[in-house]
Every structure is written in C-alpha cells, then in structure tokens.
C-alpha cells in the first residue's frame, strides 16, 4: 500500500510538472487559430512549428483543446462516489469542541467521528488512504472555543485552512423544542458571492464534501461570503399552505469561516506548496475582496 501511493503520488506530480508545457503549447495554438480566423499572416515566431501545430489542431476536440490542470485531476472522480469524510479534533479536546464535532458529523452526510487520542497526523491520513476516505475534516480549538477548520481532500490535496468565528451550536439554544431534530438527508447547497477564481476554488473545496441531493428533500446548507467571511447556515423548510407558502426554520450549529491558506497536498506534508495564502499586510487592504464582491 505504501508503494502504491507513493506510486500515485510520483505520477501526480509529474502530470502537475507537464503543466507549464502544456500551458506554453496551447497559447501558440490558440495565436495561429486567431491569425487564420481573422485572415491575418501567422506570427513570425511559430512559423518554424506551424505545420506541426496545424496538425495538432485538427485532430483536437472539445475536450482535448483545453489542456487539463492538478486541479481537475483533485476532484476528477468526485462525482462518480459520494464523499467519505473522517472527522476529528486537536489532541485533548474540550467538551464545548467535542460536542462542537458530534453536530458537525451530522452536517456532513456520510461522516464518520473518531476520538483522536494519542495518534499523529500522518497515521490518520495514511489510514484514511488505506480506508478510501475521500477528505479528513479537523477541528481546532483555543481555551474550549472551536477556532480552526481544516478540510484536506485525499489522497493528493488540496487542504484548505479556516479559522471560525462566532460558533454557535445546537447545544447551546436553550430551547430544544423550536429548532426540532436534525435531518440526516444530503442538502441542497447555496453558495453566494464566490466569483473570483479565489471564490471558485473555496466553493469547489467545500461544495464536494456534500453527495447530490434529491430533489424534494427539505434540508437547505448556505455558505454566504461577505468581505471575505464566510456564514454557516443550516435550515429546513416547510410549505404549510400550499407551494407559495416556505416557513424557513434554523436548525443549527451556525458560525463563520476566514481563509487563510491553501496548501497544494495533504496536511501532512509540510514540505508541499502554497497555493493561496492570507499574509500579515493584506489585513490592512479593506476595500480588497479575494474571495468575492
């Protein structure tokens, strides 16, 4: 099993290797398919290459011309099973997170929560590997105050860091009457305000750790971005007089996310590369928005 992934690891990186070429060979493409749409002489500079290039051209299609990136190949078969996700806390958890973690299992459909212990990072991801888990969920916390979440995708990356704020859970709504049960149902998701290629990405990480939905299910999950912070909120809905009537119903836990950083692997290498990351000065650039407007 470790030969395989490393295996499959060597030949990630080598596809992620071939992406400058891959980049490089599809902009001279795309400039001699523009001289000879608009009739104009081909560039100087591909005039050596264009009878190869020509030829090339003619034998692409539609999914052939664009080339792919290590981001397709993260979340190639995403849609092919429903996500398997392990979830679990820093060492020596508080009972606040611990009960923080036992809701969030039933946020996630298909989630499954175990007691981290004394076992290290690296154990975990190797186990949940072996076990084909498709993304590790860890929650952090500061003095019994949920205040990290970190969503690694497997068996490559990405791994995405958030740090939480303002976490309100199930248990802490005093009355238990008016916010019912929690339905088990994979949700329909709304995710607003994630336009930039920043946003596109943050939705694409967390839109996959949710199955499809069917249709008339009534459990309704929304990540809104607002200058950055991105709001939990976990409703069902009912339609009491007739399909013109929703009585929207919150059922918890809610709380709000910040990005800080994206790592291109699993959260256990510390050696891989940063996508994205949050830096000190950017702090001070309040009318810049990375994720959305």
């Known amino acids: 099993m470790l030969r395989r992934n490393i295996r499959l690891r060597r030949e990630y990186l080598y596809r992620k290797s071939l992406e400058g070429k891959e ?19 081909i560039p100087t500079e591909l005039r050596n290459e264009e009878a190869a290039l020509r030829q090339e051209i003619d034998l692409e299609d539609e999914n052939t011309a664009i080339p792919r990136s290590h981001i397709d190949d993260e979340y190639a078969k995403a849609t092919e099973r429903d996500p398997k996700i392990l979830l679990t806390t820093s060492r020596d958890p508080s009972a606040p997170l611990t009960q923080f973690v036992k809701e969030l299992k039933f946020v996630f459909p298909n989630a499954e929560r175990i007691n981290r212990g004394g076992q290290v990072i690296s154990e975990i991801i190797e186990s949940c590997r072996a076990h084909d888990y498709t993304d590790v969920i860890l929650v952090h916390e500061h003095r019994g105050v949920p205040d990290g979440l970190v969503i690694c995708h497997l068996p490559f990356g990405p791994t995405a860091y958030f740090e939480l704020l303002n976490v309100v859970t199930r248990h802490d709504i005093k009355d238990k009457k008016a916010i019912g049960t929690m339905p088990e149902a994979p949700p329909h998701l709304i995710l607003n305000n994630f336009k930039s290629k920043l946003g596109e990405r943050t939705a694409n990480i967390l839109k996959h750790l949710f199955p499809m939905p069917k249709p008339d299910t009534k459990r309704i999950i929304t990540f809104a971005n607002q200058s950055d912070y991105i709001s939990f909120r976990h409703h069902i809905y009912e339609k009491h007089g007739g399909p013109k009537s929703v009585e929207l119903k919150e059922i918890g836990p809610r709380f709000e996310m910040r990005l800080y950083q994206i790592k291109l692997g699993t959260v256990d290498q510390t050696e891989a590369q940063n996508e994205w990351v949050l830096r000190p000065y950017m702090n001070t650039t309040k009318k810049q928005k990375f994720i959305g407007d």
């Open 23 to 41: 980049r490089l060979l599809y902009e001279k493409k795309r400039k001699i398919k523009e001289a000879l749409a608009e009739g104009k002489p």
